[in-house]
């Protein structure tokens, strides 16, 4: 009975033996490529399609070599250290991707001695769905880590901002100056000068360039929605809408920048607010007992007179110091007259591509009538302006002519100016010239709003409830319109 269990324990070893050897035999046969590496992870062995996959024409060359050296990214080192195999994994090359096995060699003490890869890829032809599962989600990857990075990145870098006069090469440096350092910045400026582009810039140019840059327009946003957009809520703090919870802009920003625009507009109890988050860096999302710590910089920038409004007690003064560490004060266009030329035809060349249009061509009579004017509306009025002339004209060229019409309303142009008031000028047929309908409704308009402000003493705010507007549409009516606030 004995030696009988002893024959059958010697023929199951045998047939263990064999069964291996068949193992091998079979994958070396079916596989595209196996290698054999020592203790050292050096080749020992390599199949002749495998080395020349690599570039070895002479599989005898590969011999003796690290395994690193023959096949790049190999892992057949990590196998001989660890001793264990690695079953199943995608290895990458310089052409298409391989599914490989690798296993430890042992000896008869358990001891690694070496390791064999397989190329399972050939004969595995039923991974190919997993392939292309792997192959879809890897382009997926690739493609959603692209776009991440182009929403991050911000709008508009320092190239982006035209202008070589004295001005605005001072602003750029100003810039270029807090985009390297860590305090908050204030933006002044009146209406169209480019403070929301120079706050993508130093965003840009800074540090925090790789992380978000959150805005949050404070005009364009309910006071009482105010405090949710800043700092979220808790699912279930609210009832209704909010049910679901929110994450505020604060979080959101986290690691990059915050910027807040028309930061005049902040209501004072949300200043006090602010100003505890940015003395404390931390804060609690309405409804929950969660503490958020804020890594993020702000940028603030406002059209407003804010030491003005912090006179009349309407802009918190510990806040308005809190964030004038760093203050740009972006001058009026008419401060910069030497940018106007630069400024149109980078607007112009902009139209031309958007439109179809070829080169579009300013008159010099026409760039004297944009340098006597004093654009209230700044960049933003000069660019609506040149679009509306650009629409209106037949001709590539643009003439004085065609640009007066659309210039303010002759309030904005310069007393020194000897063309006066450009509608004046009669038409060169003689004939009477009518007041357009587009531009009466324009007119009314104007004088509508303008009315509505001075009843409500120049709060945008009050004048907005008091006509039934809302805030952020009289705000656009206002800029669109070049009205004096
Ligand atoms: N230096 C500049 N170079 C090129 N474009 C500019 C420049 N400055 C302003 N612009 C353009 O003028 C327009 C108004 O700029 P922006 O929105 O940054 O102004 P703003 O100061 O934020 O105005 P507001 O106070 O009304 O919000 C934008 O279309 C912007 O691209
Ligand atoms: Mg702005």
Same mark, same amino acid.
């Given at each position: 009975m004995e030696i009988e269990t002893t024959a059958l324990l010697a023929d199951y070893d045998h047939v263990r033996k064999l069964a291996m050897q068949s193992l091998f035999q079979s994958l070396d046969k079916f596989s595209e490529g196996t290698v054999i590496v020592d203790r050292n992870a050096r080749v020992v062995w390599i199949n002749r399609d495998y080395a020349a996959r690599f +570039?070895?024409? =002479? !599989? &005898?060359? &590969?011999? +003796?070599?690290d395994c690193e050296a023959v096949i790049p990214n190999s892992m057949m080192r990590d196998v001989v250290k660890g +001793?264990? !195999?690695?079953?199943l994994d995608i290895l990458e090359t310089d052409r298409d991707p391989i599914v490989v096995t690798r296993l430890p060699i042992k000896d008869d003490n358990g001891e690694t001695i070496g390791a064999v890869g397989f190329v399972l890829f050939n004969e595995l032809r039923g991974l190919s769905p997993l392939f292309s599962q792997y192959a879809r989600l890897r382009a997926e990857l690739i493609s959603t880590r692209q776009s991440l990075a182009q929403v991050r990145r911000a709008k508009y870098s320092f190239s982006s901002l035209i202008g070589t006069s004295a001005a605005s090469l001072e602003v750029k440096r100003q810039a270029r100056r807090a985009a390297r350092l860590a305090s908050p910045v204030l933006l002044l400026g009146?209406? @169209?000068?480019?403070k929301e582009l120079l706050a993508h810039a130093i965003h840009g140019a800074s540090g925090r360039a790789d992380a978000p840059l959150v805005t949050v327009n404070v005009a364009a946003i309910p006071d009482t929605l105010l405090e949710l957009e800043f700092f979220g809520a808790e699912a279930g703090a609210y009832t209704g809408a909010e049910r679901k919870g929110r994450i505020g802009k604060f979080e959101l920003a986290q690691g990059g920048t915050l910027f807040l625009d028309?930061? @005049? =507009?902040?209501p004072l109890a949300l200043q006090g607010k602010l100003l505890r988050v940015l003395q404390e860096q931390e804060f609690e999302p309405l409804g929950s007992n969660r503490i958020v710590h804020t890594d993020v910089r702000i940028i603030a920038a406002t059209a407003a007179d804010l030491p003005a409004l912090v006179a009349q007690g309407r802009f918190r003064a510990d806040l308005y110091y809190r964030l004038n560490v760093l203050m740009i004060r972006v001058p009026p266009l008419r401060e910069r007259l030497a940018d106007i030329e630069a400024m149109a035809y980078a607007i112009l060349d902009k139209l031309a591509v958007e439109s179809g249009a070829g080169h579009l061509e300013l008159d010099k009579d026409a760039l004297a009538v944009l340098c006597a004017?004093?654009? !209230? +509306?700044n960049v933003r009025e000069l660019r609506n302006t040149l679009e509306r002339a650009v629409l209106l004209s037949d001709s590539e060229r643009i003439d004085a002519r065609s640009l007066a019409r659309f210039i303010g309303d002759g309030r904005g142009q310069r007393r020194d100016d000897e063309g006066g008031d450009p509608r004046d000028t009669p038409d060169e047929s003689g004939a009477q010239q009518y007041q357009q309908y587009g531009e009466a409704m324009r007119d009314y308009e104007r004088r509508f709003l303008t009315d509505a402000l001075r009843a409500a003493g120049g709060q945008v705010t009050k004048a907005a409830a008091q006509i039934g507007m809302a805030r952020a549409t009289l705000y656009r009516r206002i800029v669109a319109l070049g009205i004096d606030v």
């Open positions: +570039g070895f024409n =002479d !599989p &005898a060359a &590969a011999i +003796g070599l +001793g264990e !195999p690695i079953l009146e209406t @169209g000068t480019g028309e930061i @005049g =507009d902040m004017y004093t654009w !209230p +509306g």
